[in-house]
């Protein structure tokens, strides 16, 4: 019985906080003044109170209740992180897909208009623009890693 009431409490948490978040950040579907506002705060409250009260149920005294308790309800935040972490990759993949996208309507236009040197030149600029990328990008992010492979190699 406790683990379905610590899954009513996220449960309840996330249906208020998520609707809530997105009509008051993106959407504005209601008037945020309104019942709805009210209720999807009310799920969010009881929701939140259900998780401190299970989440420190296994500590011993009066202090170690509330401290787990409150450490279980600082996991809405690590769920957002991973929300927004997910967005962000979700946004990386969707970029280079539409980078793809547009050499490959390059090297199109190009190989129609020029046959030979169209596919030539479209390779040169997609094989440069990886090896560009590769070089700059590795240099800036992975500084560390390149300056060890430097110390092996001297």
């Known amino acids: 019985m406790p683990a ?3 899954q009513t409490g996220w449960i309840l948490a996330l249906l ?6 997105f009509d008051h950040y993106l959407f504005n579907i209601y008037s945020n003044e309104g019942i709805i506002d009210s209720v999807l705060m009310g799920m969010l409250g009881i929701g939140a109170l259900l998780i401190f009260i299970m989440g420190g149920r296994e500590a011993g005294g ?4 509330v401290g787990l308790g409150a450490y279980a309800c600082y996991g809405i935040v690590n769920l957002l992180g991973d929300v927004l ?3 962000r990759l979700f946004a990386l993949a969707l970029s280079s897909a539409i980078i793809a996208s547009v050499i490959n309507d390059i090297a199109g236009m190009l190989s129609a208009s020029i046959p030979v040197l169209g596919f030539i030149l479209a390779f040169w600029c997609s094989w440069r623009a990886m090896f560009q990328y590769r070089n700059g990008g590795a240099e800036r992010v992975h500084t ?3 300056a060890s492979v430097r110390g092996v190699l001297r």
């Open 4 to 6: 379905i009431i610590d």
């Open 16 to 21: 208020g906080l998520f609707p809530w978040l």
């Open 62 to 65: 009066i202090g170690g209740k």
């Open 85 to 87: 972490s997910y967005s």
């Open 144 to 146: 560390h890693r390149k």
